[in-house]
């Protein structure tokens, strides 16, 4: 591919004592990557550095560049984002560290909001270490929503031909039920419609929806939600001509597989679909924001501060979040220019 027309591609490095530096550092390890895009990290080089040499990674080089507008063409670059050396103690979360994500993110989604970058690859943050004045979310894919002034923004998890989004995000289990709309339902289902279709090239998806209660309700038994709210605004959908499909039981519609016979899933809170999904593919797994302007992915796993520095963490989710974020942004990008 061109080096015009490569995705150049933003890396937050995430709570530099967690296991992103490391993640960082095996995913780019394979100079393949190369090949499909310019990785440009936002972090430290002395944290890099000292990754590389205690996983003897020999193939990891990078080129440190001033500014995001001096990139070099086919090598990892490096934008320093402090002018002194941070501290580094892996598998403690400290002040420091928790401000490091919260720098480079910032860095990050600035060059990109200014059109930069191509996208963003965010390894994971502290979401109670990096709470601050600039930073009162409960996590990337809120603040992400905020900053790129998105109305409304969907969790999708991606691994393959399974993807799984919620209804809710990160919020109490007892506030569920008051944020279950139908004027949710709608938005969401919609969000994940348009994803499907422009992002992954699904022209008639067929989404799955699931019950919030046990048994998705009973017929008003164990609960009025799913009968009441859930399986009226899904038989809206289906009168506008949308292939959506539910309320299911969770349990038993993921016992039973039934997730192998559609397009999405759409949990309404965050345990009930990202529990089976990390169990079917927690190695894999792609955690994509769908609705946003720009396209961002991230692992969907966290800081691991009990493997930091124990040089075992597993690279593969964030390799794959790295190749869906560039093959989302090369989808956009031939679409709006064809001749590319």
Request: net charge negative; charged share 20%; with cysteine.
């Amino acid at each position: 591919m061109d080096n015009k027309y490569k995705v150049k591609l933003g890396i937050s490095i995430g709570d530099t004592n967690g296991i992103g530096p490391e993640v960082v550092v095996k995913t780019l390890s394979d100079n393949r990557i190369l090949n499909y895009c310019t990785p440009v990290i936002y972090g430290a080089a002395a944290i890099l550095n000292k990754v590389r040499k205690a996983l003897h990674s020999e193939h990891f080089n990078y080129q440190q560049v001033d500014s995001v507008q001096a990139l070099a063409p086919r090598k990892v670059n490096l934008i320093s984002c402090w002018d002194h050396d941070l501290e580094y103690t892996p598998g403690t979360p400290t002040p420091e560290s928790g401000r490091a994500s919260l720098d480079s993110l910032l860095a990050a989604s600035r060059d990109l909001k200014a059109g930069f970058l191509d996208g963003l690859l965010t390894a994971p943050i502290d979401k109670d270490n990096i709470q601050s004045e600039e930073f009162q979310f409960p996590g990337h894919t809120e603040f992400l929503t905020s900053y790129f002034d998105a109305p409304e923004s969907l969790m999708l998890l991606v691994s393959g031909d399974l993807r799984v989004a919620t209804v809710t995000g990160h919020m109490p289990l007892k506030d569920v039920s008051d944020r279950i709309t139908e004027q949710l339902l709608i938005r969401k289902l919609t969000i994940l419609q348009q994803s499907l279709r422009n992002d992954f090239g699904i022209l008639k998806p067929r989404i799955a929806v699931l019950g919030l209660n046990p048994h998705a309700g009973e017929n008003g038994l164990l609960g009025t939600e799913d009968m009441e709210i859930i399986r009226p605004t899904i038989m809206q959908m289906k009168e506008r001509g949308h292939l959506v499909f539910g309320p299911f039981p969770a349990d038993g519609f993921f016992g039973m597989q039934q997730y192998r016979q559609v397009d999405a899933v759409l949990a309404m809170y965050h345990d009930q679909g990202l529990i089976p999904f990390k169990t079917l593919a927690f190695e894999s797994g792609v955690n994509y924001t769908a609705g946003l302007p720009i396209v961002r992915t991230s692992p969907d796993h966290g800081t691991a501060y009990d493997i930091a520095a124990k040089h075992v963490a597993n690279e593969t989710s964030f390799r794959e979040a790295l190749f869906l974020a560039c093959d989302i942004i090369r989808k956009r990008q031939l679409e709006a220019n064809p001749a590319l």
